[in-house]
């Protein structure tokens, strides 16, 4: 069949809403459609024009994402406000401006080489969800452990409270020009700020995905003006008395290669975000020539910054000046008054570029967060699966991801120790995740090939590349791993505490997942009946390779195919559970008629 047959197939000309959509009466034998979907996928990229016309009022939304959106994306989301105060730590560490300036093209190349494994993924399964996707396509046994572990990490530890709290402090020391150590802030008010800012943004989603969308190319776009600015005042400030031009090739004492270690650990988790267009690439129009031109724009535009902007600090600043910064302002707020004259314009700069973070992750994680539910995995997941009806927007999605970021906000120090240790939490399991799609990178072109016969990888084709390159992905990863979560001085927060909380959320995950397969296991006591049955609560995972789907699940298997996840999950209540689950939906829909 070809495409545009498929297409006709697949969505209603009239009102482009597809099978998904509600109208059923008509659907073609299950099988049928799978394989047609098979090779709609395989062939998607075919032509630069390719678009899907699937509403937004369904959970598999149009491909309407253009390369400046993707580009965007994962601009605002790696330029936070890392860069102005990261170069600072990085010097403390390294002793020398010259070394210093190396690590970060080393981290703008090891950038690219995670950016290339997570694009043969995002061009193979082009879905909304990223790591949700591939690592239950990959890691397929046990049944649902992989969905369900990374779940419980994204749903508990993706949060945006880091940038919210980068935001308050920085907008209220441009507020008050007199105070310069964020020591003097009231941190009550630092929380109030953070609140609202995150709050301000995820209403903004709500209410407006297109606006959400433009002012996320707006902030790219001042971030990039804004990095450009940064070097070029920092070029003209190395005439000025003590400038950095008078220790710029000075090796300092104290040097040594476990430091520089450390400092380039710093240097990676400033270059995270690359993989932030991944998580809605179900959204993207042709997504496997648009993710690669977007992500290779964007991150090679963010290493030339990088590297220019870390050049005009040293070339401004002296040694002494650099390091001796307030640790959680950075080496921007003393680069400031030599080059600009003054510091509150670069703290409100600062300030924005963290609002631009929060715009762009907001809409991500929001959509991932929305994928999870569903896949029915999760409580209460008919109201977090949800579009909103007016907006069509992840209402569901954007509550949860509001919820955990405001807890992470309220119970965390927003101190310089605790907000360092609070931005790279997430951060931390990330990169242990990210060591899993490497892993998997080995095994997809089987994978793929099982699903699609015929199909090749599209950047690691051949496989000495493909090994050498995935192995230095997953060793240096590895590494940082290990590196990073080495005691630190006294007096601040220990950084074992992220594999430790790390391997809490995952344990908890696992906990939930076993509880899950128990209920899915035959009844020793009653062959034939599932422990789930002879409690009252039975749970059914459906499959896409299943030989038998009952009629009442054709659709939603269908709307499976479209959101990648290939499963949808069936509930059967009975017996006194269902009772009491009649008498909560009774009061519910009293709730609901009579108080809200």
Known sequence: MDRSALE????????????????????????????????????????????????????????????HDVAALILNKVVGSGIFTTPGLVLALTKDKTTSIVLWVIGGIHAMLCLTVYLEFGT???????????????????????????????????????????????????????????????????????????????????????????????FALFKVFLLAAVFIAGVMARHKNNSGMTDFKTKHEGANGKDSLAAFIYIIYSYQGWENANYVAGEIKAPKKTLRWGAFIAMG??????????????????????????????????????????????????????????????????????????????????????????????????????????????????????????????????????????????????????RNGGWKLSYLTHRPVLYCLATIFIGMNCVVLVVSALPKKRGTIPRWWWPAITAMVLGASFLYWSGFTALQMENLFSPGQSVGAAIGFEIIVH??????????????????????????IEYRVTGRLKRLFDSLEGIRAVLGRYVW
């Open 124 to 218: 193979a399964l082009p879905f909304t969800g990223g790591e949700l996707i591939y690592l239950n396509e990959i890691f397929r046994k046990p049944k649902l452990l992989a969905t369900i572990l990374f779940s419980g990490f994204f749903i508990l530890l993706q949060n945006t409270s880091g940038n919210a709290i980068a935001f308050a402090k920085h907008i209220l020391l441009a507020a008050n020009p007199d105070t310069n150590s964020t020591t003097e802030l009231d941190s009550r008010l630092i929380n109030l700020v953070a609140v609202g800012i995150l709050s301000i943004i995820c209403l903004l989603h709500y209410f407006s995905r297109r606006l959400g969308l433009f002012l996320n190319t707006a």
């Open 301 to 450: 535009t963010v290493t030339l910054l990088y590297v220019l902007v870390t050049v005009g600090y040293y070339l401004a600043c002296d040694y002494a000046t650099i390091i001796g910064q307030n640790s959680d302002l950075g080496v921007a707020i003393s680069f400031a008054p030599k080059a600009f004259g003054n510091s509150r314009g670069i703290k409100i700069a600062i300030a924005l570029s963290a609002a631009g973070n929060l715009i762009a992750v907001v809409f991500t994680a929001s959509k991932v967060k929305q994928a999870i539910a569903i896949q029915r995995i999760i409580p209460f997941y008919r109201f977090l699966q949800k579009d909103d009806q007016q907006f069509n927007t992840p209402v569901g999605g954007i509550v949860l991801h509001w919820v955990f970021s405001l807890i992470i906000i309220v119970c965390t120090p927003n101190n310089a120790d605790g907000y360092g240790f609070m931005i790279s939490l997430f951060t931390y399991g990330h990169i242990l995740t990210s060591v899993f799609v490497g892993i998997g990178i080995f095994s997809l072109h089987q994978r793929m090939n099982a």
């Open 8 to 67: 006709n197939s697949l969505v209603d000309p009239e009102n482009g809403r597809g099978l998904v959509d509600g109208t059923y009466d008509n659907v073609p034998n299950f099988k049928d459609v799978l394989r047609q979907q098979s090779q709609f996928l395989k062939h998607q990229d075919d032509a630069s024009t390719a678009d899907s016309n699937f509403s937004e009022s369904t959970n598999v939304p149009r491909r309407n994402l253009r390369v």
């Open 543 to 568: 499959q896409e390779d299943d030989e038998t789907i009952p009629d009442k699940f054709s659709k939603l298997m269908v709307q499976a195919r479209n959101d990648g996840s290939a499963r949808r």
